[in-house]
Structures are given as structure tokens and as C-alpha cells.
């Protein structure tokens, strides 16, 4: 198991364009969590989901942001019209059981680029 | 609302000597804690979590750390640095039940020979 997969691993975005980052848990995880880092601060939460379900998207902007979990397949995080202030690194983290008793294990990141 | 700070945004130590980062946090509940390290362009890895019992807490790469509930405080300590130890250090609290981290804005280290 190579662990939490993340991809692509950079991405460069014009403004206007959608960027998607993808994201592939653990084996026999079935609860992810996105977190943005900006430049120059620690990790924000976006969302936590289980399979077909956001459980808690509280740290997602209104706006062009959303987040899916399907069935079968990574997790996606979608952002559309990308802005320059959407450049950041996107972790994305799995678990087990859903609580942070066993701790997350946390992916490589994406680092995505607007110009 | 819980929160996490990180006072050292920068911290240089000589190979061979010690270190001590800070981490103070803010929560209504009892929290649990956790140092993450990130390496240039790599992802978080865990090296100690605190959820309950003995405070003195030893994790991965001979670091360990130190809960201290009168001071809202949990450092990150080692006693000899290597030049492997250079990277960028984060705090996190959370709760049981609650599936959201909240970090603090790290602390860089640099290691000089």
C-alpha cells in the first residue's frame, strides 16, 4: 500500500479554468479530509467526507468549490473559474475510523498554480 | 472556537545541539495534540500524538513532547538535532468527535553545521 495518493502532484491553472485534484485514500480508508496551505500559513481544513457523503464542509468557500467522494474512485476536489488566489497546496488525508484517536494519514499534496 | 500558536515562525540550531519548539493551544474541551513535520514539497508526517495518560509523549525520530494543561502548552523537544531534522514543524489540536484539525502556522527550522 503506497499510502494516501495524491494527484497530480502540480498543476498550472489560467484564471477562469477548473482545476481538479484527486485524491486516493489509504486501503481500507474510507474518511478523507482536504486541507488547503497557503503560502506562509499551516493547513486549513476544507471538508471531511466518507464514501457518497460530505460529512462536514464548513471550510469550503461558498463558491466554485466542491468536493466528492463516489462509490468507486478517488475523491475529487473541484474548483471552478480558478482565481490567483486559489494557488495554494491541497492535502488531502484518510483515516480509518473517522476520529483523530488513530491520527491522519496525510498525502503529498497538489500544488496548484493560477497564472 | 479552538486555536493553535506557534510563536517561533523561524528557529536556526547548530547540529548536535537541542531543541525546543513551541506550541501553545486554545480549546474548550480536552484536547488531543499532534506534531506534524513537513519536509520541502512533501506532504504532513506524524510524529507523536497526545490524547490522554502520561503527558511526557515520545514519538518518531527521537523527539518527543510535553502536555501541560496549566499552560495550554505541548513542546516539541529533542535533545540532539541532525541535520535531517531541517524542516518545517506543525502543531494540531483536536478533539474526539471532532473530525476537524486545527493547526497552527508552523515553525521553520534550520540546521547549521
Known amino acids: 500500500n503506497a499510502g494516501v495518493m495524491q494527484n497530480p502532484r502540480h498543476l498550472v491553472r489560467r484564471r477562469g479554468q477548473e482545476a481538479r485534484l484527486r485524491c486516493s485514500p489509504m486501503?481500507?480508508?474510507?474518511?478523507v479530509y482536504w486541507y488547503r496551505q497557503l503560502p506562509e500559513e499551516g493547513l486549513k481544513f476544507m471538508v471531511y467526507?466518507?464514501?457518497?457523503?460530505?460529512?462536514?464542509e464548513s471550510g469550503m468557500p461558498k463558491e466554485r468549490f466542491s468536493a466528492e467522494f463516489p462509490k468507486e474512485g478517488p475523491s475529487i476536489l473541484r474548483i471552478q473559474q480558478v482565481v490567483r488566489g486559489d494557488s495554494a497546496a491541497y492535502f488531502c488525508?484518510?483515516?480509518?475510523?473517522?476520529?483523530?484517536?488513530?491520527?491522519?494519514?496525510f498525502g503529498s499534496g497538489t500544488r496548484l498554480t493560477v497564472v | 472556537a479552538q486555536s493553535v500558536t506557534q510563536p517561533d515562525i523561524h528557529i536556526t540550531v547548530s547540529e548536535g545541539a537541542s531543541l525546543e519548539l513551541r506550541c501553545n493551544y486554545s480549546?474548550?474541551?480536552?484536547?488531543?495534540l499532534f506534531w506534524y513535520v513537513q519536509s520541502p514539497g512533501q506532504g504532513l508526517q506524524l510524529l507523536l500524538k497526545?490524547?490522554?495518560?502520561?503527558?511526557l509523549v515520545q514519538g518518531i525520530k527521537g523527539f518527543e513532547a510535553e502536555f501541560k494543561r496549566s499552560q495550554s502548552s505541548f513542546n516539541l523537544r529533542k535533545p540532539s538535532v541532525h541535520w535531517s531534522d531541517a524542516a518545517e514543524y506543525f502543531c494540531?489540536?483536536?478533539?474526539?468527535?471532532?473530525?476537524?484539525?486545527?493547526f497552527g502556522t508552523g515553525t521553520r527550522l534550520t540546521i547549521i553545521p
Open positions: 480549546y474548550g474541551a480536552t484536547p488531543y
Open positions: 467526507l466518507q464514501k457518497e457523503n460530505i460529512i462536514d
Open positions: 497526545y490524547f490522554s495518560g502520561d503527558t
Open positions: 494540531a489540536v483536536g478533539s474526539f468527535g471532532n473530525e476537524k484539525l486545527t
Open positions: 488525508a484518510s483515516s480509518a475510523s473517522g476520529t483523530e484517536i488513530y491520527g491522519y494519514t
Open positions: 486501503k481500507g480508508h474510507s474518511h
